[in-house]
C-alpha cells in the first residue's frame, strides 16, 4: 500500500466536506489518468480510505488510449483501490457527444453492478465557469446557463444512481499543486490543447483576462441553477394541472398564451418528448413565437393547432400519394 499522503489537512477536510458520504456507502470515482481526476483520486484516498472504487474507461478513439488507462490502473493498484477498465464503442456522429454518451451508459452500468450509490466526477470551479462564459458566447438560455450541476439522478434498471460533482468548489490550480507535490504521473488529452475546441479558446482567455473573477462566474452559474429549477417546478405542475392526453393528442388549456415563455417553452418540449418528437436547433422557439401570434407550425412531424385559447399537439396526418 502506498505511504500516507502528506495533504494538506484543511483540503482533506474540504473533500470528506464536499463527498458527503453517507455512513455504510460506497462511492464511485469516474478517473481518466489526466490531471484533474487524478487529483480527484488523491483526494478522495486521504479522505474516505477504503470507502470508494475507480472505473477508468477506454473509448479507443486513440492509440495512447490503454496506457492512460494502465496509469490509472496503478496508481490505484499502489493505494489498494479496486480499479477496472471499461471499454466502449464509440458510435458515429457527434465524436464527443457519442463518447459521452458511451462513458456515462458504461459508468452507470459498473455502479449498479458493484452497488455504488454515487458516481463522482472531477470537474472544478474553472470548468464552471468556462462553461458558462461558453453558452454565454453561444446564446444558451436559461436551461443551457445553469451549466454544471452538482447532483444528478440517473436511471438504469429501476435503479438510481447519484451523479454527483463534488469539487465544483474547488480551483484547478489547486487539485495541480496536488498533483506536483505528490509526483504522480498524469495523461495529457492532446484535445485540451486544440484550439479548434471552444473550450480551449476560452480558457485561454480567462487565463488572459485577470481581471475576471472566476469564482463569481461560477457562483452566478449556481444562481441561475437555482432559477432554472424553479422555472422547470413551475412548468412541471403547469404541465400536470393544464395538458390533457386525448388519444393520440395532448391539449394544453387554462390560457397558454398568457404563460411566461419559459414555461411555455418547457410545457411544449416535454409534450414533444411524450410524442417521442425532438424538435431541432430554434424550432421550438420559432413554434412559441408563432403560437403567440395566434398562428401553429408543423415541427418535427408533430402538427400544432390552436382551438381557442387552447393549443393542440397530434401528430402530422400521413401523406397521401396522388
Given at each position: 500500500?502506498?505511504?500516507s499522503?502528506?495533504?494538506?489537512?484543511?483540503?482533506?477536510?474540504?473533500?470528506?466536506?464536499?463527498?458527503?458520504?453517507?455512513?455504510?456507502?460506497?462511492?464511485?470515482?469516474?478517473?481518466?489518468?489526466?490531471?484533474?481526476?487524478?487529483?480527484?483520486?488523491?483526494?478522495?484516498?486521504?479522505?474516505?480510505?477504503?470507502?470508494?472504487?475507480?472505473?477508468?474507461?477506454?473509448?479507443?478513439?486513440?492509440?495512447e488510449?490503454?496506457?492512460?488507462?494502465?496509469?490509472?490502473?496503478?496508481?490505484?493498484?499502489?493505494?489498494?483501490?479496486?480499479?477496472?477498465?471499461?471499454?466502449?464503442?464509440?458510435?458515429?456522429?457527434?465524436?464527443?457527444?457519442e463518447?459521452?454518451?458511451?462513458?456515462?451508459?458504461?459508468?452507470?452500468?459498473?455502479?449498479?453492478?458493484?452497488?455504488?450509490?454515487?458516481?463522482?466526477?472531477a470537474h472544478?470551479?474553472?470548468?464552471?465557469?468556462?462553461?458558462?462564459?461558453?453558452?454565454?458566447?453561444?446564446?444558451?438560455?436559461?436551461?443551457?446557463?445553469?451549466?454544471?450541476?452538482?447532483?444528478?439522478?440517473?436511471d438504469?434498471?429501476?435503479?438510481?444512481?447519484?451523479?454527483?460533482?463534488?469539487?465544483?468548489?474547488f480551483?484547478?490550480?489547486?487539485?495541480?499543486?496536488?498533483?506536483?507535490?505528490?509526483?504522480?504521473?498524469?495523461?495529457?488529452?492532446?484535445?485540451?490543447?486544440?484550439?479548434?475546441?471552444?473550450?480551449?479558446?476560452?480558457?485561454?482567455a480567462i487565463?488572459?483576462?485577470?481581471?475576471?473573477?472566476?469564482?463569481?462566474?461560477?457562483?452566478?452559474?449556481?444562481?441561475?441553477?437555482?432559477?432554472?429549477?424553479?422555472?422547470?417546478?413551475?412548468?412541471?405542475r403547469?404541465?400536470k394541472?393544464?395538458?390533457?392526453?386525448?388519444?393520440?393528442?395532448?391539449?394544453?388549456?387554462?390560457?397558454?398564451?398568457?404563460?411566461?415563455?419559459?414555461?411555455?417553452?418547457?410545457?411544449?418540449?416535454?409534450?414533444?418528448?411524450?410524442?417521442?418528437?425532438?424538435?431541432?436547433?430554434?424550432?421550438?422557439?420559432?413554434l412559441?413565437?408563432?403560437?403567440?401570434?395566434?398562428?401553429?407550425?408543423?415541427?418535427?412531424?408533430?402538427?400544432?393547432?390552436?382551438?381557442?385559447?387552447?393549443?393542440?399537439?397530434?401528430?402530422?396526418?400521413?401523406?397521401?400519394?396522388?
Amino acid at each position: 500500500m502506498a505511504g500516507s499522503i502528506a495533504i494538506d489537512p484543511a483540503l482533506v477536510a474540504r473533500a470528506k466536506d464536499a463527498l458527503g458520504l453517507p455512513d455504510g456507502e460506497r462511492i464511485g470515482l469516474a478517473v481518466s489518468g489526466g490531471p484533474d481526476s487524478m487529483a480527484m483520486l488523491l483526494l478522495a484516498h486521504a479522505a474516505i480510505p477504503g470507502r470508494f472504487e475507480v472505473a477508468t474507461v477506454n473509448h479507443g478513439l486513440r492509440p495512447e488510449a490503454a496506457e492512460e488507462c494502465q496509469l490509472v490502473v496503478a496508481a490505484c493498484r499502489a493505494r489498494d483501490v479496486p480499479c477496472e477498465v471499461l471499454r466502449v464503442t464509440v458510435e458515429d456522429g457527434n465524436l464527443q457527444a457519442e463518447a459521452r454518451h458511451a462513458r456515462y451508459g458504461a459508468l452507470l452500468f459498473w455502479a449498479v453492478r458493484r452497488g455504488l450509490g454515487s458516481i463522482a466526477t472531477a470537474h472544478h470551479m474553472d470548468d464552471q465557469a468556462e462553461t458558462l462564459l461558453m453558452r454565454l458566447n453561444r446564446g444558451s438560455g436559461l436551461m443551457g446557463l445553469s451549466s454544471i450541476r452538482q447532483l444528478r439522478l440517473l436511471d438504469y434498471a429501476n435503479k438510481k444512481v447519484r451523479l454527483i460533482r463534488p469539487f465544483l468548489a474547488f480551483r484547478r490550480s489547486e487539485l495541480a499543486g496536488l498533483l506536483e507535490q505528490e509526483g504522480v504521473a498524469v495523461a495529457y488529452d492532446p484535445s485540451n490543447r486544440d484550439e479548434r475546441f471552444d473550450r480551449v479558446r476560452m480558457r485561454k482567455a480567462i487565463a488572459a483576462a485577470d481581471w475576471l473573477d472566476v469564482a463569481a462566474i461560477a457562483n452566478s452559474a449556481c444562481h441561475l441553477g437555482d432559477a432554472a429549477d424553479a422555472v422547470a417546478w413551475a412548468a412541471m405542475r403547469e404541465f400536470k394541472e393544464n395538458v390533457r392526453k386525448e388519444k393520440n393528442a395532448f391539449r394544453y388549456t387554462g390560457s397558454p398564451r398568457s404563460a411566461p415563455r419559459q414555461i411555455q417553452l418547457f410545457v411544449a418540449a416535454r409534450i414533444f418528448g411524450q410524442m417521442n418528437a425532438h424538435p431541432r436547433g430554434g424550432q421550438l422557439d420559432q413554434l412559441i413565437a408563432g403560437l403567440a401570434r395566434g398562428k401553429g407550425g408543423n415541427v418535427g412531424g408533430v402538427l400544432v393547432t390552436l382551438d381557442g385559447e387552447e393549443w393542440v399537439f397530434q401528430p402530422e396526418p400521413a401523406r397521401t400519394s396522388t
